[in-house]
């Protein structure tokens, strides 16, 4: 049986191993260690200043019967779907737009996507100016006579005030993504189906969704997942409130580590969170079931 030499491994493999191992390196450190350490001190009571003691499941029971955590994870999902939905619509409409030759395309899209690029504090400060009741909304409301709306400070107004500004910011990075995807759909498609007496919904719902389905599940997944990370427009624009109407999970567990130190529960709400988003992924990735598109 011959031994397999260090040498005898192409020289090629060696040079790929060392460009990843940075990046291993940093994931595992990064990334997977501070899970492993979450996932150890969600089973303590930790409060930052003692050591952690083991208390096995307690905080998992307890989250079982957490009046507040299930209602910030209820508002959670509202905010992920309430924001992805017409996200998702919305960005395959603006792409679908600018897939087409028209003047002026390059500014148009370029206005799309600045505000990407915007910090989230600067545009949850900005838009908190213009749901003010003397803001810019309320006055452009005013002649219709609507208003002045409380549109921070009512539990059932914050929540959609704050799906809106998501939803505009966001639409630019997903345009992008769908923008790529429609660009690479072969003409000849659409030709074809012109010829065949196919109007542009039949083409549309025919070939460019069909075609661009590997893109719909990147796009419906990342969008998932940054709507459960919600963070930083419910800490600028409203802290949670009012009466807790937008406490989504994130908020809730820096607010319940971090301020009140139970750092044990704060982690056991994370691990929820991760499994929650995780279960939701996969259940995607099997619905849209995006194999590998072919243009034969």
Do not use: C
């Not at 208390?55 to 957490?66: K, S």
């Not at 992008?176 to 659409?190: H, M, N, R, T």
């Amino acid at each position: 049986m011959r031994v397999l030499r260090w040498t005898s491994v192409p020289r090629r493999e060696w040079w790929g191993l060392a460009f990843v191992l940075p990046a291993l390196a940093w994931k595992i450190g990064f990334n997977l260690i501070p899970m492993a350490n979450a996932a150890y001190i969600s089973l303590t009571n930790y409060d930052l200043l003692t050591a952690p003691r083991f208390v096995g499941l307690a905080n998992y029971a307890g989250l079982a019967t957490d009046a507040r955590f299930k209602q910030a994870l209820g508002n959670t999902f509202v905010y992920a779907f309430g924001r992805g939905v017409p996200l998702v619509v919305i960005s395959l409409f603006v792409a679908w737009v600018f897939a087409r030759t028209f003047r002026g395309k390059n500014v148009f899209r370029t206005l799309y996507f600045m505000p990407v690029i915007i910090s989230g504090v600067v545009i949850s400060i900005v838009w908190a100016l213009l749901y003010d009741p003397r803001g810019m909304i309320n006055q452009l409301l005013a002649p219709f006579g609507i208003g002045p709306v409380l549109w921070l400070t009512k539990s059932d107004s914050a929540p959609i005030a704050i799906i809106v500004m998501a939803v505009w910011q966001s639409i630019g990075f997903y345009m992008i993504i769908f923008l790529a995807g429609l660009e690479g759909v072969p003409v000849d498609f659409y030709d074809a189906a012109t010829v065949d007496g196919a109007n542009g919904w039949q083409r549309f719902w025919h070939i460019t969704l069909p075609l661009i389905k590997p893109t719909t599940l990147f796009v419906l997944v990342i969008n998932l997942i940054n709507g459960f990370q919600a963070f930083t427009y419910q800490f600028v624009m409203t802290r949670g409130g009012p009466s807790d109407a937008t406490n989504v999970a994130s908020l809730l567990i820096y607010d319940t580590g971090l301020q009140y130190q139970k750092m044990g529960l704060a982690s056991a709400m994370s691990i929820v969170l991760f499994a929650v988003i995780m279960a939701l992924t996969l259940f995607q990735m099997r619905v849209v079931r995006a194999d590998e598109t072919t243009y034969a």
